[in-house]
């Protein structure tokens, strides 16, 4: 069965701190890995990862996909307050029109 | 521009009662429809996909289900509302034939009393 795992399942961290979420999973057919931020209400788009060792980054934000052992992380340095969300990893295989979802992490930054 | 909708943005109904959650994307045709569940502070749950008219896939067995009657409208029903059905519900789309990016609606907050 296909399924997508997120470590940890909540974090809280001051600001300023580095930290690292984690993605596995376990999907036939691979095709992409996505990232998501989820504040208040719909998840926001952050990253697409396709092929392994290559950093996506975005500002604090990056992210690297690691398709031999099937994990991807998603690092923040230098974290604010703003930084905290629910941060989601989901992952498309090229069969088929579904994503499968992790269980997302629980970011808490406090000042 | 693709703009999706979702509506109402909150609803609190009683146990029992039916469920009708609407939504319709703008600035695109054919696209994949989906509708999502979460619970407080967790992951994304699939519901219900759907690739076309009146083409709907479920995920998850519950007293839920949907509908597709036009290419860009996508309904959640339900003719019995259980306590376990509160959560806070995402309908998205992408674009036909697996591209890579989904795209979320506001969301709609349900309380089950």
């Known amino acids: 069965e296909d399924k997508v795992v997120q470590s940890p399942l909540s974090l809280v961290v001051h600001e300023g701190d580095t930290v690292t979420l984690n993605c596995s999973y376990e999907?036939?057919?691979?095709?992409?890995l996505l990232w998501y931020k989820q504040e208040k209400k719909a998840p926001t788009f952050l990253f697409m990862l396709t092929s392994s060792g290559i950093e996506k980054k975005s500002g604090r934000l990056s992210s690297i996909l690691d398709k031999k052992e099937l994990f991807s992380i998603l690092n923040i340095t230098a974290t604010q307050t703003g930084d905290s969300a629910i941060y989601l990893c989901a992952v498309l295989p090229n069969t088929g029109n579904q994503f499968y979802f992790g269980t997302g992490t629980s970011l808490t930054v406090i000042p | 521009s693709q703009t999706i909708h979702q509506w109402p943005a909150t609803l609190v109904q009683p146990v029992g009662s039916p469920l009708s959650l609407e939504c319709t994307v703008e600035g695109t045709s054919n696209p994949n429809l989906y509708w999502y569940r979460q619970a407080a502070g967790r992951g994304l749950q699939l519901l219900f996909y759907?690739?076309?008219?009146?083409?709907i896939s479920s995920e998850v067995p519950q007293n839920l289900s949907a509908s597709r009657p036009q290419d860009r409208q996508f309904i959640l029903s339900s003719k019995k509302l259980l306590l376990s059905d509160s959560g806070f519900y995402l309908c998205?789309?992408?674009?036909?034939?697996?591209?890579?990016?989904?795209?979320f609606g506001p969301g709609t907050r349900l309380t089950v009393l």
């Open positions: 998205a789309w992408s674009v036909s034939l697996g591209y890579n990016e989904q795209f």
């Open positions: 999907v036939t057919n691979f095709r992409s």
């Open positions: 759907s690739v076309g008219i009146g083409q």
